[in-house]
């Protein structure tokens, strides 16, 4: 089958910890996506990328970090210095960066800070 | 920056149509509407995509006016399983080249409840 995973499904996290979120996807796209979600808000862009070993600062970038060192991974790194990471993280992708090029999402992790 | 309006939640009855409508004033030439569906702790996922007058698929119709100003999400006969929200997405590019800002924006979408 083919799609995104990502992993772990729940986390939990200690406050001055950072965690880090899986994302892999089978498609063969080029272009990957870090979306955060609060309770009764849209998703807002954390980081993409268009290409391996290229990424860019979406509009929430600040406390997070990410790598893009294989076409299939795009794996998110929240670090402590990320005031209220307590949300929900949607890793998406698409073939390439036109509208036309539809999104495909994971299935999210949902991290808790303790 | 293309920006969306859509109403924040809807009700409907099972067996119904429902029509949910984004005002897009700003849009440019080259932007394409999208919409995805949303349920609760999933992924949003793909609806349907137009960029003019009619498109229709198995799932829903998006019909666009002339003057492309605003879009309307057409779902017929909903079943409780079409609880979720919706979101209306317009733009030419996933990014902006060069920018940090890409061009499709997910809002707060509508929440559709679809009741028995």
């Known amino acids: 089958d083919g799609g995104i995973t990502q992993s772990p499904k729940y986390l939990f996290r200690k406050e001055g910890q950072n965690v880090t979120l899986s994302c892999e996807q089978n498609?063969?796209?080029?272009?990957m996506y870090w979306y955060r979600q609060d309770p009764g808000q849209g998703l807002r862009l954390i980081y993409y990328?268009?290409?391996?070993?290229?990424?860019q600062k979406g509009d929430i970038a600040e406390g997070y970090s990410v790598s893009r060192e294989k076409k299939e991974s795009f794996p998110l790194t929240v670090t402590s210095a990320q005031k209220n990471p307590t949300a929900f993280y949607l890793c998406?992708?698409?073939?390439?960066?036109?509208?036309?090029?539809?999104?495909?999402f994971g299935p999210g992790t949902r991290l808790t800070v303790l | 920056l293309a920006k969306t309006t859509q109403p924040i939640s809807m009700d409907s009855y099972e067996g119904q149509e429902v029509n949910i409508t984004c005002s897009h004033n700003?849009?440019?030439?080259?932007?394409?509407i999208t919409w995805y569906q949303q349920f609760p702790s999933q992924g949003p996922r793909f609806i349907i995509q137009?960029?003019?007058t009619k498109v229709t698929n198995e799932v829903a119709s998006l019909f666009i006016p002339a003057d492309r100003k605003s879009s309307t999400l057409s779902l017929p006969r909903v079943s409780l399983s079409d609880t979720a929200v919706y979101y209306c997405?317009?733009?030419?590019?996933?990014?902006?080249?060069?920018?940090?800002?890409?061009?499709?924006?997910f809002g707060k979408g509508t929440k559709l409840s679809v009741k028995p």
């Open positions: 498609l063969n796209h080029d272009a």
């Open positions: 997405l317009v733009g030419y590019s996933l990014m902006n080249y060069g920018g940090s800002q890409g061009n499709l924006i």
């Open positions: 137009g960029y003019k």
């Open positions: 700003n849009i440019a030439t080259n932007d394409y």
């Open positions: 990328s268009q290409i391996v070993n290229d990424f």
């Open positions: 998406a992708s698409s073939s390439g960066q036109m509208s036309t090029d539809t999104q495909y």
